[in-house]
């Protein structure tokens, strides 16, 4: 699948599925642009990435960050190929306990932040009539529920009513929008769940382990890839068969 020299930002890539993704993309020849809000770890993430690469600190839940972002990578390469919408953040709370403040912080960073990157990136990927754009999204909002994620998972069935009406508005152009639905992925952010918590979770995935940052890696390179050009306003499910309905005759 050709990535090969593609400009490719990944957000969020810094730590967990975001620098599997990168690593993913530097194999497959892409110039990857670290962005992250914690700007010395993505750094270090560049700097340890095959081929070109960089870094840029950026908070993708405010406008004037992601427009430098969008400035920056053009000033630098030229054009921006792929976006990999991935950064996320999904603290816990009941309902009843969740503030006005952690819903807004939620979807601020979530979809807000998706949706801000992509209106950035969009006109330079108009000019130049080509673009890739992949969403993390979750199966959590369109298929699953976890009890204290209400805003987080809201949040992730939002960037997917937003994929299906940007792959409509950028069709005339060979430009796609995509998203891939992690199922339970092994980074940091879940380490702090604890081992029971992902047992639990190993317990629930017919494949019988949580997948890796470099599954979703392969995944978005596959969507962010020349040759899937005809697939837009879709999702990827990469579970380990998390969410298979199990047969009524087993
Ligand atoms: P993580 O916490 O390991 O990494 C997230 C990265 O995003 C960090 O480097 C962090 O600094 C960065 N980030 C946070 N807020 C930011 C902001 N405002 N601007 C820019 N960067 C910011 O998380 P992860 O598990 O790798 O999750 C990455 C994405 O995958 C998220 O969108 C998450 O919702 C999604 N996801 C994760 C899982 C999972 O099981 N880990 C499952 C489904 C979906």
Redesign the pocket.
């Known amino acids: 699948m050709t990535v090969d020299n593609a400009v490719s930002i990944v957000?969020?890539?810094?730590?967990?599925?975001?620098?599997?993704i990168a690593e993913v993309l530097a194999a497959e020849g892409a110039t990857v642009v670290v962005?992250?809000?914690?700007e010395d770890?993505?750094k270090e993430a560049a700097d340890e990435l095959p081929g070109d690469a960089m870094a840029v600190g950026?908070?993708?839940?405010?406008p004037a960050?992601t427009e430098a972002l969008a400035e920056t990578v053009v000033d630098e390469y030229g054009r921006i190929d792929v976006l990999c919408a991935?950064?996320?953040?999904?603290p816990s709370a009941p309902i009843e306990e969740m503030t006005v403040e952690d819903w807004d912080e939620v979807t601020?960073?979530?979809a807000k932040?998706a949706f801000l990157c992509v209106k950035a990136c969009l006109p330079h990927m108009r000019t130049q009539d080509y673009g890739r754009i992949v969403f993390?999204?979750?199966?959590?909002g369109p298929m699953v529920g976890y009890p204290g994620w209400a805003h987080?998972g809201a949040s992730?069935a939002a960037m997917l009513g937003f994929v299906r009406t940007a792959a409509i508005e950028v069709a005339d152009r060979d430009i796609t929008i995509n998203a891939v639905?992690?199922?339970?992925?092994?980074?940091?952010?879940?380490d702090d769940l604890g081992e029971d918590y992902l047992d639990r979770m190993r317990e629930s995935i017919p494949k019988g382990e949580?997948?890796t940052?470099e599954d979703?890696g392969h995944a978005v390179a596959f969507l962010a890839s020349e040759e899937a050009g005809y697939i837009t306003g879709t999702t990827l499910v990469v579970d380990g068969g998390q969410t298979l309905p199990e047969s009524q005759l087993a």
């Open positions: 957000t969020g890539g810094a730590r967990g599925i975001g620098k599997g962005a992250d809000i914690d770890v993505a950026v908070d993708v839940s405010d960050e991935n950064a996320g953040i999904f601020d960073v979530n932040g993390t999204s979750s199966i959590t987080y992730k639905l992690p199922g339970n992925v092994r980074t940091g952010g879940l949580l997948g940052p979703i």
